[in-house]
């Protein structure tokens, strides 16, 4: 094993955060900058990864694998401390360690209670975020996965507002069913594997299981492609099962919103592609219509809800089910630009979505309201917090040479591509999607920065201040760089994107050479009558 500079990434935010316990809560100052330095270092360690990574192999990287739980009569170990990294994984985690700070700053001043709890939990949740994106092994992915949930539980339950009880129950009520049946799917593949072994291999490793699960039936596939989606669509979230996010991103602080548009919701989407989707590439490919059709309702339904919001928080909340809906939409095209898009567009969402949040938190820090109708006229009070608002806004309509359109194009050009029958329709479906994401975001943000100032309590509201711009900046300066020079990002998980889809070719060309073989012996059948 070499230098173990995945497990560094993971657990260093959780020695941070054990070494804010050593700092007295009242001093509050001296928390903040412990735990913001920490984050800073992070980011630090992870930056190597990107120079020092490998496009042009599919293979894992920096893996570090050693046994961990054996069991009674079996000679290797049945679940392993494995990690890795790839093209895909690689983008994801730097994601993190780059919000992260971002999010500690703009916590400055928000937060004053408990700031101590408040610092450990965001660590805490870095560290279990960064190992959910790295293991490689079924069991440490659900250890990490459920890890997850305890401080995100807690960052909306006691750092939330008036109703935080209601929405972190509902946030944990619809993840751990989602998580109980992922766990039973996850017994149940490891089961055949060892079956079909003539039990000789009871394992949990991922790259093992990738061999075995192409051999299950395809009922078989299908339900435990069920399960795996289940539990993913849920995180992502996807239509109809996205009713728990406005409540959570409504109630949780500003930090939680950011942490949970930006990280948190990516694990939903990556689920898919590391696990639901290639274990059971039979079955994923049998349900590319059914998850492309509720993609594109989540698209256009999630318009639609935004349109008619009167608070800003909960229309960008409704924002994230249509921006994820397309992200679905990429990965299920199964085509090479649109899972390259689809991947893209997470990095996109969590970079503009991130910012809408901490966009909204400023406003709200400064009136403690997010209405639409107590705004208007900013531009003349605030110049500076208008134009990086204007330019976050447009990234997340996806306008030309910002990250946003990148993103959708590749998907929307994947998605008309596809080998499905429907796929163009898709398409051109998706495609209203990026007309009504432009109106709802653009009506917001003419009646919040434009027209006169007709609300007095705006009069005194400073503009955005060093603190702001200094987390603010980064995230405008990567929409820019990712809207004007795309190439060293997609380069990244260009090889490790066409060796994921490789999974699924002869799936897609014995299944749609059949429908194409009995759509003509349908039609010859006709003319023949």
């Not at 990690?83 to 971002?102: C, E, Q, R």
């Amino acid at each position: 094993m070499s230098f173990p500079i995945l497990s560094i990434l993971i657990f260093f935010p959780l020695v941070g955060a054990l070494s804010l316990l050593l700092i007295s809560g009242e001093n509050k100052q001296k928390l903040r900058q412990l735990a913001f330095w920490v984050s800073m270092i992070e980011f630090a360690i992870s930056l190597p990864l990107f120079f020092m990574f490998d496009s042009t192999t599919p293979d894992m990287q920096f893996v570090e694998k050693i046994g961990w739980i054996w069991a009674f009569g079996q000679a290797s170990p049945i679940v392993h401390y494995n990690l890795g990294i790839d093209g895909i994984s690689l983008l994801l985690v730097l994601l993190t360690t780059f919000l992260t700070p971002i999010v500690l700053l703009s916590t400055w001043t928000a937060v004053e209670k408990r700031v101590k709890e408040f610092m450990f939990a965001l660590l805490a949740l870095e560290t279990a975020m960064i190992g959910t994106f790295l293991a490689m092994d079924l069991f440490l992915f659900y250890v990490f996965w459920e890890l997850m949930l305890i401080p995100m539980f807690l960052i909306i339950g006691v750092w939330g507002g008036e109703r935080r009880i209601y929405a972190t129950i509902k946030f944990f009520i619809y993840t751990m069913v989602g998580s109980v049946l992922m766990l039973a799917a996850i017994l149940y593949l490891v089961w055949f594997c060892y079956r079909a072994t003539g039990g000789e291999v009871l394992t949990f490793d991922l790259l093992t299981l990738y061999n075995s699960s192409p051999g299950l039936a395809l009922t078989v596939q299908m339900w435990l492609f069920a399960a795996f989606a289940f539990s993913f669509a849920i995180k992502v979230p996807m239509f109809p099962l996205h009713t728990w996010l406005p409540d959570a991103h409504v109630e949780a602080p500003t930090a939680g919103s950011v942490i949970l548009a930006g990280v948190l919701l990516k694990m939903g989407t990556y689920g898919f592609v590391r696990f639901a989707m290639p274990l059971f590439p039979e079955a994923a490919v049998a349900a590319t219509p059914f998850m492309s059709t509720l993609a594109v309702i989540g698209i256009i339904y999630g318009a639609l809800v935004a349109m008619v919001q009167p608070d800003i928080k909960k229309l960008v909340a409704y924002s994230s089910v249509s921006h994820l809906g397309y992200v679905m939409l990429g990965l299920f095209a199964l085509t090479a630009q649109g899972v390259s898009g689809g991947i893209y567009q997470m990095l996109n969402h969590g970079l503009s979505t991130g910012a809408l949040f901490l966009l909204v938190g400023i406003i709200y820090e400064r009136r403690h309201t997010r209405l639409i109708s107590e705004f208007g006229g900013l531009t003349k009070i605030m110049p500076v917090y208008a134009v990086v608002f204007m330019i976050v806004t447009l990234s997340s309509v996806g306008l030309p040479l910002t990250n946003g359109f990148v993103g959708e194009f590749l998907i929307l050009i994947g998605t008309f591509l596809g080998q499905n029958p429907y796929a163009k329709l898709f398409a051109l479906l998706g495609s209203l999607g990026v007309v009504l994401g432009a109106v709802y975001m653009l009506w917001m943000f003419q009646r919040v920065m434009f027209g006169p100032v007709t609300n007095e309590k705006n009069r005194s509201m400073p503009d955005l201040n060093r603190r702001e711009l200094a987390y603010l900046m980064p995230l405008v300066v990567f929409i820019m760089i990712m809207g004007i020079y795309p190439k060293p990002f997609l380069s990244r998980m260009e090889t490790s994107v066409q060796h994921f889809l490789k999974r699924f070719e002869s799936v897609q060309q014995a299944r749609y050479d059949n429908v194409s073989l009995v759509a003509k012996t349908d039609l010859a059948v006709k003319e023949v009558r």
